[in-house]
């Protein structure tokens, strides 16, 4: 079977747009992944997100970021600051599981730390399943591992969950994704099996990509102050510069390096490129992301200052495009911000709220800890990042 | 000249972000998929583009005063 490669900004963002290419990014990855909405196609797809949509939109994005995560995020940081340290990788996953909690509708009746760090176990075996086409280790008996996991958590959370949510009654249940999808399921239909992974993949997904993106650009805003101190005090005061930083971070990093797509048809697309049917269109978002044509010579280069042309995202196709695009974006990333949007009503995301806190909380990278890469995955994350916190940098 | 917008219904994810980012020129229908006002209320046809580009399932089709489709991509 073919293989044919996406380098550039414009064949990428046709393909993302073309109905006749469907997604195989999590084609290994279906212990956890299998129907889950980013592996819908067609009609299908299009049900479960128009049932999805109506929980992701700005009002619903205006009540977390302006309601509900300010104080998780701050609670979750205080006792890494009172300690004065903390390794940002576990950290920024612990913060953003909970704040993933909220938006997939998994309860921790018990609030305790030993609850979350379960809860927590769970959400690394979750992602396991989901990034298992870049594992390093024996797929098999990850799989394995995995699928147990799913139905331990199950008993755990998911099925308290949904009989707290049944009992509210749709008017007075909570408004996130188990909630939504148990409204709707006359609907949708979904067998529990299904209902198990759609809300393990909106827990790992919100999890798991906005942490990345909270230790990634934290590293870039550090190497950036370093080098342009006038800078420093803008991270502290300016959430829109911060914004700037997280989307320039997630372009030069998306989530996943790369797009992946299955033609179900021939396909040409409009720049010549011709994809023959049941070929494998990998789309190279580290090198469409830094598309000179798009970008300019220094696309490579991480510039929060740099100015996307009309019509082009900040952070480029990291969120993808067309009907797969990410139905977080707006929620991680915020809303890109016009020359003439005042903060007030503005949406930064959630990246940006937890990266501008953890720099008033002093972030600064440890002299004597050096952080290091993840060498369990193919994918570039940071295995481990000691910083210090408290006072200022 | 004039665009005008409309929006493929049996394309639309009901993503509200047209509502969100242009209200009075895009609703949403009894069945919460969006529609354009007909003459879009407020909006300049630089603006209109910038709405459709923004749509995730690229549902909303621009044409000028002479019915020729505006390019998105």
Known sequence: MSTVVLTTFADAKDAYRCRDLRQSLYDEGEVVMADVLVNLHGEEHRDRRRVENRLFRRDTFELYERDLFPDVTAATVAPYVAAGHADLVPMGHELMLNLAALTAGVDRPEGSAEETKRLYAYLMRFIEGATLAHSTRDKDAQRAVIAQALRDWDAEFLAPSIARRQALGPEGAPRDVLACLLAHQDELGLEHEALRREVAFFLLAAAHTSATAFVRSIDHVLGWTDAHPADVERVAADPFFVQRCVHETVRLNPSSPTGRRRALAPVRLRSGVEIPAGATVVIDLLAVNRDPAVFGPDAAAFDPHRDAPQGVAPFGLSFAAGMHVCIGQDLAAGVVPRPDTLAEGHLFGLVTGAVQHMFRCGVRRDPHDAPERDANTARPYWGRYPVLLGGRR | ?73
């Open chain 2, 1 to 73: 000249m004039s665009y005008r917008a409309t929006v493929d219904k049996d394309v639309c994810l009901s993503s509200g972000r047209c509502v969100a980012d242009a209200p009075g020129a895009f609703v949403f229908d009894a069945t919460e998929i969006a529609e354009a006002v007909p003459g879009h209320p407020g909006l300049s046809d630089a603006a209109l583009v910038q709405v459709a580009r923004a749509c995730p399932s690229g549902a909303i089709v621009v044409v000028d005063d002479e019915g020729v489709e505006i390019e998105l991509l």
